[in-house]
């Protein structure tokens, strides 16, 4: 029971919370002592989201006080908008002795963040050892399996016996402090296969490594993104995974608690993304949150006035009747809305992989039923609404048909637009959004004017 | 190397789906022998991906041709709408037969999503034992930790020797096949303590115990939501914990392998829900996925109405002015993406919990913020642009000032409104989209309309 408390009752978050709102009045009163004694013992788990619940001036204050106490763990569970002034506030030196006491791949997260300079300064302050398998790890690229492994694992020749790998454990002080499969490597350090712990426990002294029932391994080549990590780990179940250089040689492991996160950032940035945000901007200042979303809006500006220059196209038939104008925007939000419902389901099903081309058609011809169905429903209960408000059978069915053409639209795009991205190399979740209301806007107002003008007017 | 096949290479999927092709081809052209032998050594979760590749009749024709050779926990890697059809189609009888071999958890997962009939029908297949050990376990609520668990799992009491704890591992044949933690118990079966199995692997025969560095544990009450088992895992990076019932007795446990699958549906979960999809219906059949859908295609109808009735009040006005009615969806659809953005910041981070209510009111006050910063951006591009097309400078100026007030408006609404959601008890994620929305598609209206009427036609 020495390690640290961490809330464990089914209000973890709340109690974090409470906490964050006493060490708030204490450092607002000046009594340091009394905030940094509140939060000594806290998981860095808890001490990270409680930092995160400070004013930015508050955090360092904190920081400083604690001192030593501080635990480097931290760091690396900081969301990097709260990281980065803090690490700049408490200087290179300060940094570097917090970041030589992390895991490799925690520093390599902390670090990589950071801008050249700011990591020369913060790296110049490492140990020498420490500095070059950091320098190492980021040397691999962004987001690569390279940078999310660690640099520790337990490997041993096949023809070892049981009794020896234990003896070599016991004796070895230098291991990862807790470790799931133990690899079998041959003399190039190439992994052959891999016994996960607990079978080496149950098993006697006397037998070889080889012959206890060895894991299929999943080599991860340390260039892998670490979205194909992920997939790897989720699919298959993986607890560990080695990680090997372009000769196959054994240089790391990525264990499932790194990978967890990696799955619950790629389906938030899917998340982000489909709504225009390129990743959460909770702790980016409001001027910096302008500057990230504004392209956005730029282009959601631009396809809004493609759908004006179509309506514009109609300012003649809308002034014979104002009816249109009144009516046009539910065409319109009804396809927004039925297109958003299938490219939603068509980017998820392409981020997990059960959207490919082996079954796209069949997907296809289902969404095109789907917007069949909706488009008639929807052409029956629009009809009935637009007659009984506005007492004109002709509109009336205009806007039920204006509907159903433009919900099949929404279907078709809908499922196309993502798939089509996709197959482009795109991520599907980026553009998907725009290009299908731009679809349903353009094809809405225009079918709904252009049928108005044609049957009611003419 | 006697484990099942996987594909490691970088297009792991792509690979399954080119096999798909091939099995497809096969059991088109009669040749079930070929469509069973492509597929014989595949691991169960790329068999399954594959399965969900073929048409449904496809899917049912294969599985029989494997007969014995169809590995059971492929049943627990296919989706719902995939896995019930199939069952229903290969019988009670086989259906107890294969769940009878998965792990409990496994095949809890299997029963739970089946109709209390359907469940009853298969049990009475599965041998007494399993059968009560699994009728137990659903027997917790949906959802719970209960059913998450695996029942079986390795606990010894604190007194205990390494060498006794190693000794007892190597002669117990009926445990699970990997575990990652021993679990130190009271007399009472309380759960006291853990020790990671590596730290057992490590420690002389002759030392007790409990006075290996214990880990601190998480303990699960069985009745915990998966969501907030999830939670904890993700952010204490756990890799098993024990789960307990009322009295605090371990009954099981749960790996992380069962929690990265929960983690994926509940990210997933919030991405369908902002989109008004309750769940993923990519295999769900046309007219069933209509019926889904459909309820949210009303809700936002009569939103869509409320609008029109805004835009109603003002048809005299847009009679004497057309441009109006060109201009005016640019400024909800401005809004409607602002808002879109900032709600979905704020459903992430509400979900993630790093918004609570000790940081709301910054946060509000930021995106106050970004709403003013952006809506004034707007009112100038917007003005300008206004000003280009229909040179009529009043005109101008009242598009972009709508702009200014209706970004302002998406700002708060995209704050408050999850915020209030949240605190009302509801998902945020499931109506937050509609609301905000209504409130920028009646500001935008009545605001650009109004001021039109007031400042451009008196």
């Known amino acids: 029971m020495t390690e640290a408390r961490a809330f464990a009752s089914a209000e973890a978050a709340e109690a974090v919370d409470r906490l964050a709102r006493e060490v708030r009045t204490a450092l607002q009163e000046g009594r340091l002592g009394d905030a940094a004694r509140a939060v000594r013992d806290l998981h860095a788990a808890d001490l990270?989201?409680?930092?995160?619940?400070?004013?930015?001036?508050?955090?360092?204050?904190?920081?400083?006080?604690?001192?030593?106490?501080?635990?480097?763990?931290?760091?690396?569970?900081?969301?990097?908008?709260?990281?980065?002034?803090?690490?700049?506030?408490?200087?290179?030196?300060?940094?570097?002795?917090?970041?030589?006491?992390?895991?490799?791949?925690?520093?390599?997260?902390?670090?990589?963040?950071?801008?050249?300079?700011?990591?020369?300064?913060?790296?110049?302050?490492?140990?020498?050892?420490?500095?070059?398998?950091?320098?190492?790890?980021?040397?691999?690229?962004?987001?690569?399996?390279?940078?999310?492994?660690?640099?520790?694992?337990?490997?041993?020749?096949?023809?070892?016996?049981?009794?020896?790998?234990?003896?070599?454990?016991?004796?070895?002080?230098?291991?990862?402090?807790?470790?799931?499969?133990?690899?079998?490597?041959d003399p190039r350090m190439r992994p052959v296969g891999g016994v996960p712990v607990s079978r080496v426990l149950r098993s006697k002294r006397t037998v070889p490594m080889r012959e206890l029932k060895l894991k299929k391994l999943h080599l991860i080549p340390a260039t892998l993104d670490q979205e194909e990590v992920a997939f790897r780990f989720r699919r298959y179940g993986l607890v560990s995974a080695p990680v090997v250089d372009e000769a196959g040689r054994l240089i790391g492991t990525i264990t499932v608690d790194d990978v967890v996160d990696v799955i619950e950032e790629e389906a938030e940035e899917d998340i982000l993304r489909l709504a225009g945000v390129s990743e959460t901007d909770l702790f980016v200042p409001a001027g910096e949150t302008v500057r990230r979303r504004v392209p956005w809006l730029f282009v959601n500006l631009a396809t809004a006035i493609l759908a004006s220059v179509v309506i514009a196209l109609f300012e003649d038939t809308i002034a014979r009747l104002v009816a249109l104008a009144v009516l046009m925007p539910v065409v319109t939000s009804m396809g927004g809305n039925a297109g958003t419902q299938t490219l939603t389901v068509a980017v998820r099903a392409l981020a997990t992989r059960e959207l490919t081309w082996a079954n796209a058609g069949r997907v296809i011809v289902k969404e095109l039923w789907v917007g069949c169905l909706n488009g008639l429903l929807f052409l029956a209960v629009g009809a009935v609404i637009a007659l009984v408000w506005f007492g004109d059978l002709p509109l009336a069915l205009v806007f039920g048909l204006a509907m159903l053409v433009n919900l099949v639209a929404a279907a078709v795009s809908g499922v196309l637009v993502p798939l089509a991205l996709h197959r482009l190399g795109h991520d599907p979740a980026v553009a998907s959004t725009v290009f299908v209301t731009t679809v349903t806007d353009v094809v809405g107002f225009f079918c709904f004017l252009a049928l108005a003008q044609w049957l009611l007017l003419d």
Do not use: C, K, N
């Open 48 to 185: 990270a989201h409680l930092i995160q619940l400070l004013e930015p001036e508050e955090r360092v204050a904190l920081v400083r006080e604690l001192g030593s106490a501080f635990d480097p763990d931290t760091l690396s569970h900081l969301e990097e908008a709260v990281r980065e002034p803090l690490l700049d506030a408490l200087g290179p030196e300060w940094a570097g002795h917090m970041v030589a006491e992390l895991e490799s791949d925690d520093a390599v997260e902390v670090l990589e963040e950071l801008s050249e300079e700011e990591q020369r300064e913060i790296l110049a302050h490492i140990p020498a050892p420490e500095r070059s398998a950091v320098e190492d790890q980021l040397r691999f690229p962004e987001d690569s399996a390279g940078r999310l492994m660690q640099r520790d694992f337990v490997a041993v020749p096949d023809y070892w016996l049981v009794g020896q790998t234990i003896d070599y454990l016991r004796a070895t002080p230098d291991l990862p402090d807790e470790f799931y499969d133990i690899f079998i490597v």
